[in-house]
């Protein structure tokens, strides 16, 4: 068993939020693996409903709401940083190159520690974050472009990429809030993901009647086609793992890191997403690492400790 003491150490949340963004790094590969033979709200839907099974599973205690509006907290996590995070971010992989949009994506904890600057009145912006910040999205860029011909700028799935990450730093807002309350993180994670399926119920909708055969909204229910993707166990291994690891564990994870060391300087790590993702791709799909995605890692990792240094300060004060 885990010392209790431990869990409310520094030291547990850095593991934990090390686990999370090592995780998410990976659903890039199995998401793109799904897309064969998924849509993008199809993979969703699914991986809501398994996160939010997992999450009875993980915490069947029933969560009682320590104030009537706290409702409306929830629902506003389930909406920002679950339902239009996600499929925002799919949309934009559509209008956009993958190269592009994890950029952009990876600008979320700036928008985190400007919307926390804001409505919590905490100080987070200075020098050392600026810097930081620069460093880091240089070297996400390098990453993110590691052995790419050409760089393309794409409006439309710019700016949607965009809208998510500004939604992502919302979501760490409510995460905030919910936090300070004093809720269970994997109840809270679990009300957030009831949430989530609430808003993709009239998405889903759209796509049963409008999105017929997009392999971005179609819902097929078909039964021969749905008995033979469902039959591949790749598949099942890829939407476990993104409904149970990446969803269920790791928001439960993620929000618990929050709490216990602030999510301003947990958001930091969002910056390596993309750095396990061509290590993952690396060893996983023989994706090549080229010197200039070993300089954007190298890069990525000083802007991150060069921000958490402002962080440490400000906290001492």
């Known amino acids: 068993m885990m010392n209790k003491n431990f869990t409310k150490t520094p030291a547990f949340g850095y593991f934990l939020a090390v686990l999370s963004v090592f995780f998410w790094g990976i659903t890039f590969v199995c998401t793109k693996t799904l897309s064969k033979d998924f849509s993008a709200l199809e ?3 699914i991986r809501f409903v398994l996160a939010y099974a997992g999450l009875w599973a993980l915490y069947p205690k029933r969560v009682h709401f320590l104030q009537k509006s706290d409702i409306w907290l929830f629902a506003a996590a389930g909406f920002t940083g679950v339902t239009f995070y996600q499929f925002a971010e799919n949309i934009a992989l559509v209008f956009s190159n993958a190269s592009n949009v994890s950029v952009i994506v990876s600008i979320c904890p700036i928008f985190t520690a400007i919307i926390a600057q804001i409505f919590l009145k ?3 912006i200075s020098l050392f974050f600026i810097l930081g910040f620069v460093f880091a999205i240089c070297g996400v860029a390098l990453v993110s472009f590691n052995g790419a011909k050409a760089f393309q700028l794409s409006p439309k799935g710019d700016f949607i990429a965009l809208l998510s990450a500004v939604s992502w730093g919302f979501y760490s807002l409510f995460v905030s809030l919910i936090n300070k309350k004093g809720y269970h993180s994997a109840g809270s994670a ?10 993709m119920i009239p998405l889903s909708i759209c796509g049963k009647f409008f999105g017929s055969g997009s392999p971005l909204w179609g819902i097929n229910l078909d039964s021969a086609q749905n008995a033979a993707r469902f039959a591949s166990m790749l598949n099942w291994v890829s939407l476990c793992f993104l409904g149970l690891v990446a969803s269920a564990f790791c928001f ?13 300087k947990i958001s930091l790590g969002l910056y390596l997403i993309p750095v396990v993702t061509i290590i993952f791709a690396f060893f996983a799909l023989g994706e090549k690492i080229t010197v200039l995605g070993l300089c954007g890692t190298f890069l990525t990792i000083f802007g991150l400790f060069l921000s958490g240094k402002k962080n440490e300060k400000t906290e001492q004060n």
């Open 122 to 124: 905490e100080k987070h």
């Open 190 to 199: 679990r009300i957030i993901f009831f949430f989530a399926l609430l808003f």
């Open 43 to 45: 993979i969703l839907d």
């Open 252 to 264: 439960t994870a993620w929000n618990r890191a929050c709490l216990i060391l602030g999510t301003v």
